[in-house]
């Protein structure tokens, strides 16, 4: 089996998945599940930007998660981090991809491109082992406690926010912001392939730190199972 430094899957887990937010939102068919409600609340409350609402909502599924397991880690101070991070990204990437051509075959391929990469992007931040963002964490962390696949825990979280994002929508907009077909097939789908890129990383290649910095990440995300 070949080696993957988890430091460099984190990283480019960090650039796909906060580029496929964006071309998802560029295609008009819905954005991801995840971005579903940051963008319905982004909407409804202007003054906060896209990515920062991102920030915001992932953090607070960290603090379920932590209320759920009852383990509060180290590595979530540094799931803040990140998400913040990740936001300022997202942000970023709104701006280039606005200069993208709208044309309807366009987008139809910027949503499959954006769908793949957020799955793909998911997979790797699990491989990594290393803090995730916050909704990545949530997923693989309440999968090794439940003792449970990746793909279940995420396909209702993807539902839920789905739903809430609908509900808050048509409440506070009278419209649907956001949400579209491609939200649907992502909210049914994404999970799967998350699951089959997870598959075919692990078949593939070996997952290991190559820094001290890195190993001591890896170290202090672990969770206990149970």
């Known amino acids: 089996m070949k080696h993957f430094a988890k430091e460099l899957a984190f990283i480019i887990a960090m650039f796909t998945n906060s580029l496929a937010i964006s071309l998802l939102v560029k295609s008009v068919f819905g954005v991801s599940t995840l971005s579903s409600l940051p963008l319905v609340l982004s909407d409804i409350f202007p003054f906060i930007s896209f990515g920062m609402m991102n920030f915001m909502v992932q953090s607070l599924l960290l603090i379920i998660l932590i209320l759920i397991t009852r383990q509060p880690k180290l590595s979530y101070i540094f799931s803040f981090i990140i998400g913040f991070v990740f936001g300022l990204m997202v942000d970023g990437f709104d701006i280039l991809v606005a200069y993208l051509p709208d044309v309807f075959i366009l987008r139809i391929i910027y949503f499959l491109v954006g769908w793949v990469l957020i ?106 199972t149970r």
Do not use: C, W
């Open 119 to 224: 799955s793909f992007g998911a997979a790797l931040f699990i491989k990594s082992s290393m803090p995730l963002m916050p909704f990545d964490g949530f997923v693989k962390d309440l999968s090794i406690f439940f003792k449970t696949k990746v793909r279940l825990i995420k396909t209702i979280s993807d539902l839920i926010f789905v739903s809430s994002s609908v509900i808050l929508s048509l409440v506070f907009l009278n419209d649907l912001v956001g949400v579209g077909i491609g939200t649907i097939f992502m909210a049914f789908f994404t999970g799967s392939l998350t699951q089959f890129f997870i598959d075919r990383l692990t078949d593939r290649y070996e997952f290991s730190t190559v820094t001290a910095i890195g190993d001591h990440l890896v170290q202090i995300a672990s969770i206990k």
